[in-house]
């Protein structure tokens, strides 16, 4: 009932830019992290960035100048703007979030999202 569903994913060229987005939908309370994470073809999943129910934000180093996380809290949602795209960028991207949900009240969650496809390619 509760999830998070990404959307914004595609081929963009070199240099370009994409936004991905990841909304939560169910019955929330509130969320208090989320999370972008990235996995490519025969590598670990690695952690893009994150965002605080404050608005804090830590980044990878490879990402860090190029990509900046938002949340519209009223939209239980997280943004990812990613700019100055490179082919290094192109892989599975997947949202996180600890989330509280309301049913059952006030239990507190983790989620994934079913992840977005971003290939960066000319």
């Known amino acids: 009932q509760v999830q998070l569903v990404e959307s914004g994913g595609g081929l963009v060229q070199p240099g370009g830019s994409l936004r991905l987005s990841c909304a939560a939908s169910?019955?929330?309370?509130?969320?208090?992290?989320m999370g972008w994470y990235r996995q490519a073809p025969g590598k670990q999943r690695e952690l893009v960035g994150g965002?605080?129910?404050?608005?804090?934000?830590n980044y990878a180093d490879s990402v860090k100048g190029r990509f900046t996380i938002s949340r519209d809290n009223a939209k239980n949602t997280v943004y990812l703007q990613m700019n100055s795209l490179k082919p290094d960028d192109t892989a599975v991207y997947y949202c996180?979030?600890?989330?509280?949900?309301?049913?059952?009240?006030?239990?507190?969650?983790?989620?994934w999202g079913q992840g977005t496809l971003v290939t960066v390619s000319s």
């Open positions: 996180n979030a600890g989330l509280i949900v309301a049913d059952p009240s006030y239990k507190t969650l983790e989620l």
């Open positions: 169910g019955a929330i309370v509130r969320i208090n992290t």
């Open positions: 965002i605080t129910s404050g608005g804090s934000t």
